[in-house]
């Protein structure tokens, strides 16, 4: 009996605390300076529950700098700003809402009218997420009728190879319930998680092909101010990420599309993101969790997926 989807989420009781701290603070700061000076009141209130957008706006200020010498594009002054303001708001609808609180709403599908004989897909999140970061997904791959499995990544800051059991339970949950290989559709940290499994597998690979988006596959230099074990591992000279990428084939490039953006907050510099011989698609001005809900990147996933159910077909018939 294979495992079923995650019924618990330490991420989920986190976030949901610290939401409903701030949220106290907040209103507690503006009613309690209110009547003594309503500037400082609405300040406060707005630099506890919008603080976070200053963080962000640190971290694309030094993206030009770590970029300097990047390949990718260099991003426009205009680019930056318009990732910031979009990346604010994703944020918000993540961490806020959809992760704390949403995370159980679309349940894994592994049975339906339409899910035997179509490739199904399995969902890795990144680092300090849960499953509910997939949601719009899960929402679109529910009315398509595929199977689909997301998972947790727990527990939260452990090692990345820890993690390799999680990713081989969903895979064969949903190989089952279609008869096919899933297709791999990582965000970030979960792109390793994908290449850990991968390592971990003998003869031909159960996937029939990996997405990553914005995937620090040669680390990342914010992760240098990490101390989490699996922050470390992402540190651009771990050996972690060289281990990874001394095993890295020119076999195994065409099972990969890597996104990658020149507005990654994250994931920095740009091409950090890509892989030697993949097919490495650029998206410019997508900041680090907004390059997820693209519409391009949904649109190619898509349609990679009616591609490959057309070649699994083809085969039969006459």
């Known amino acids: ?27 507690t700061w ?4 209110w009547p003594v000076s309503r500037a400082w009141a609405l300040t406060g209130f707005f630099m506890a529950t919008l603080g976070y957008a200053i963080v962000l706006a640190m971290e694309f200020a030094l993206l030009p700098h770590v970029a300097r ?8 002054l205009a680019q930056l700003v318009a990732a910031w303001a979009r990346e604010v708001v994703m944020a918000f609808r993540v961490f806020v809402w959809r992760q704390p609180f949403r995370w159980r709403l679309m349940p894994d599908q592994m049975s339906g009218d339409r899910v035997a004989g179509r490739h199904g897909v399995v969902l890795v999140h990144g680092f300090v997420c849960n499953r ?6 899960l929402r679109r791959l529910h009315a398509q ?18 993690y390799v059991s999680l990713v081989q339970e969903a895979v064969a949950r949903v190989r089952q319930a279609t008869g096919l290989p899933p297709v791999l559709v990582c ?14 597998q003998s003869g031909e690979p159960g996937v029939a092909h990996v997405i990553t988006l914005g995937s620090p596959h040669a680390g990342t230099w914010l992760a240098r101010w990490s101390h989490f074990t699996n922050g470390r591992q992402m540190r651009q000279d771990s050996a ?13 490039a065409p099972r990969f599309t890597c996104w990658y953006s020149n507005c990654d907050n994250i994931v920095m510099p740009p091409s950090t993101a890509t892989l030697p011989g993949a097919d490495n698609r650029l ?36």
């Open 30 to 33: 503006l009613v309690g300076w």
């Open 145 to 162: 009728g595929r199977a689909y499995a997301a998972v947790n990544l727990e527990p939260v800051f452990g090692s990345i190879d820890g």
């Open 283 to 318: 998206l410019e001005g997508a900041a680090h969790v907004d390059l997820a809900f693209r519409a391009p990147v949904i649109a190619h996933t898509e349609n990679l997926l009616e591609r490959l159910d057309q070649a699994a077909v083809s085969p039969r018939v006459p």
């Open 240 to 252: 972690w990420i060289q281990a990874l990428r001394e095993e890295w084939t020119p076999a195994q």
């Open 69 to 76: 010498d990047d390949p990718a594009p260099r991003a426009t």
């Open 187 to 200: 965000h970030s940290m979960g792109g390793l998680v994908a290449r850990a499994w991968l390592r971990t």
């Open 132 to 137: 509910g970061f997939w949601t719009p997904w």
């Open 1 to 27: 009996m294979l495992p079923n989807a995650p019924s618990t989420s330490t991420l989920a009781r986190l976030q949901q605390a610290l939401t409903l701290w701030t949220l106290m603070c907040a209103v």
